[in-house]
């Protein structure tokens, strides 16, 4: 059995289609982890919502801001912005069944010494930590009142994770931390402007797989470090290091815009 995982979508149908291909994916024997963003900017949401919920078993998907974007609209916490595309998934006869099925995802999925997330982890998080969150946000996410966490989610505050916070303020953060996450400031704190690439990062800002300790790399006391799989950051690219696999190539990107990164190396950190 092969693990395939696979970058944001974005609505590219055929371009999933091609990469499982090209990749010898098969249901019934092989798995495949989706880093979240299904929806949103290219083509044809729908049918990527279709094609990968009909894989059952086989592929597991972890949420992305898009995702939960689609979810907040479709459940009429929030309304749709001129540039999204999921329209086909809220307007098709079988959307609360597709929509049910992504609140049920999970925030991270473990591949043996790997965490799977959308756009990465708080640096002071342990991996056992970053899957604890996890498992809250998810329970929110599959209770019975689990309207209040579209109604809740948006906004940059706090910009710190903090073990003690609470209630709305704790699940905004870490949702935030784990799908809109990119580049910090020089005290630690989110910043969610910077969507540029990795060479422009003017100091003293820093990627967050760049902060140091990074306790989830088995930098901090307690020894459970990980590799991060992540998507999310398009300008990024493909980046691999031993503590790092960065997915997002810009697959919805028309051609001449997207980055061609070839597995960059960042400036410090590596495990």
């Known amino acids: 059995m ?5 970058g944001d979508v974005h609505g590219c149908l055929r371009e999933l289609k091609q990469v499982l291909e090209r990749a010898g994916f098969e249901a019934g024997r092989d798995r495949a982890i989706f880093v979240g963003d299904l929806v949103n900017g290219g083509p044809d949401s729908l049918g990527v919502m279709r094609f990968v919920r009909g894989l059952g078993d086989a592929a597991e998907v972890v949420l992305g801001n898009h995702d939960l974007h689609m979810l907040a609209v479709g459940l009429g916490a929030r309304k749709a912005r001129d540039k999204d595309t999921f329209g086909d998934v809220l307007g098709a006869p079988d959307r609360d069944a597709l929509l049910e099925w992504l609140r049920q995802r999970p ?9 799977v997330v959308h756009a990465g982890l708080w640096p002071q998080w342990t991996a056992t930590q970053a899957e604890a969150v996890a498992r809250e946000v998810e329970a929110a996410l599959r209770a019975e009142d689990f309207g209040r966490v579209f109604e809740v989610m948006y906004g940059n505050e706090p910009r710190q994770w903090r073990d003690d916070l609470e209630g709305e303020a704790r699940l905004r953060v870490a949702i935030n931390i784990m799908t809109r996450m990119r580049v910090l400031e020089a005290d630690g704190s989110l ?7 990795y060479e422009a990062i003017e100091a003293p800002r820093h990627a967050w797989f760049d902060a140091e300790p990074a306790r989830w790399a088995c930098d901090g006391p307690q020894a459970d470090g990980v590799r991060v799989i992540c998507g999310h950051w398009s300008a990024l690219g493909y980046m691999q290091t031993p503590r790092l696999l960065a997915l997002d190539t810009g697959c919805v990107w028309p051609r001449a815009q ?7 190396t960042p400036r410090s950190g590596d495990a």
């Open 107 to 115: 925030m991270i999925v473990r591949a043996g010494q790997n965490l």
């Open 2 to 6: 092969a693990t395939i995982v696979v």
């Open 258 to 264: 997207r980055g061609a990164s070839g597995g960059r």
């Open 191 to 197: 910043e969610f402007d910077y969507k540029s690439t």
